[in-house]
């Protein structure tokens, strides 16, 4: 796919997962696209847990995720993204690590739609827990968490139809300007 129609494809699935194991090699390159992510002064503060282990994942769905995100207790992975604020840059003494994390998010979630893998970033997790069962410093904060499954039953495209047929978004109106505030672009 183009970047462009990876861009209008991607979408949280939040059915159709199969528990088939991911291709390794498929893993490395959705890490990679997000290691390329730009971030403040070049900081790099983004981290990565992948948890393959089903034992482990089990674990996290029981005690970390909400009820509303069960489904994360299906995916043959689950990747954590983590930063520490301090390895970030600041504006004001406001880090820039969500920012950071975000770039390198939207990366990875693309990365997947490219090979065809479901992804759907999920903030409804207890962060402590999380921690807790990783094994993630005390200083280091926990920003989301995305399955990375195949669809099931079949392609990409297929399991991500419906969603993306529901998919609603305002209006570029509302979200840009031309030159001042409240002034469209169009
Ligand atoms: C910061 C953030 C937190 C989110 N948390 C959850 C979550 O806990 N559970 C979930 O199912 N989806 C979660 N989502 C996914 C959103 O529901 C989804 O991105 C939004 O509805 C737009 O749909 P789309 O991603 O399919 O385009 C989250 C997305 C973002 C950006």
Redesign the pocket.
Known sequence: MEALKVMQR?????SCLSDREINKGDLIQILEAARAAPSGRNNQPTRFVVVDDKAIIQRLAAES??R??A?AGEAPVLIFICANPKDSTDRGGESHFQFDA?LA?ENL?LAATDLGLAT??????KEAEAKKILGIPEEVRVI?ATPLACPKPSSYDEA?KG??AE?T?KSLAEIAFRNSWGNPVG
């Open positions: 991607r979408a949280s699935l939040k995720f909400s509303g995100n489904i975000g998010t979630l759907n970033i999920m903030t409804g997790f989301a991500a969603r993306l998919r978004r």
